[in-house]
């Protein structure tokens, strides 16, 4: 296990650093086993990474056709709605790169009736795309899973005093955001999967995550983002986030 954190000048500078990781991820996955499984992230910096990987060079870098995507969280909405995750996601990269298949993207169904089924129902498409039981001890091997981070030290739609947080059984759950944040019904990745990845990649930006960063570099296992543990996990960050002098 392994755990780095990179420091960048500016949210510009962070998106690239990430579009080029998620590039080299993809090359790689595709190399050595034929296909690149990717966890889309949620929050302020995918509109920033997105356009880049969208485009040249970055679009003819990788064979998109043999890529899966997947959301590591969504909220509980249609997916037309801005707030939704996955909309942005169609809107900037999957409508924009060549060749992807159609039952390579696995939309997660938040806005479903029955959230907890939908979760269930999510849980087995994971299992049917990774070729695994859905009920297996063996949990699907993420390539890349990429994360961002809020000021409170949540990850995913994994909350601070969430019980969702303890969940070790299944993969997908259906959970909700304290009071006050945008859109309270959530679905997301549980812990177990994120940390079976073969790779994280966190990008944050923004100096309200300062403190966060802290408790995370300490090495405290206090708030969500601290208890991801993958194989390898890549911390992006600029420099308001990481605090340092002269940052803007």
Not at 12 to 19: F, K
Not at 56 to 74: I, M, N, T
Not at 112 to 120: E, F, L, T, Y
Request: no cysteine; proline share 7%; hydrophobic share 50%.
């Amino acid at each position: 296990m392994s755990r780095r954190f990179v420091v960048l000048t500016t949210p510009a500078e962070a998106a690239i650093a990430a579009a080029d990781r998620i590039v080299a991820a993809a090359r790689n996955a595709i190399r050595r086993r034929g296909r690149f499984f990717l966890a889309l992230s949620g929050g302020s910096t995918p509109p920033l990474v997105y356009p880049l990987l969208a485009a040249s060079p970055r679009e003819e870098a990788v064979d998109w056709s043999r890529a899966d995507f997947f959301l590591g969280d969504e909220r509980g909405v249609a997916p037309d709605h801005p707030e939704s995750n996955f909309g942005v996601a169609r809107q900037l990269l999957l409508d924009q790169l060549p060749g992807i298949r159609s039952a390579a993207i696995h939309r997660m169904p938040a806005d479903a009736a029955d959230p907890d089924a939908a979760a269930a129902d999510y849980q087995a498409e994971l299992a049917r795309a990774f070729d695994v039981a859905p009920d297996s001890r063996r949990l699907p091997a993420f390539d890349l899973i990429w994360l961002g981070m809020g000021s409170d030290g949540h990850t995913a739609s994994l909350f601070p005093g969430s019980s969702s947080l303890r969940e070790r059984r299944r993969w997908v759950v259906a959970t909700a955001a304290p009071a006050g944040m945008a859109v309270a019904r959530r679905m997301t990745l549980t812990l177990p999967v994120i940390n079976a990845a073969r790779a994280v990649l966190f990008v944050v930006t923004g100096a309200d995550k300062q403190p966060a960063l802290r408790s995370v570099r300490s090495g405290s296992r206090e708030l969500p983002a601290g208890r991801v543990r993958a194989r390898s996990t890549l911390w992006l960050v600029d420099a308001a986030t990481a605090g340092e002098v002269g940052a803007s």
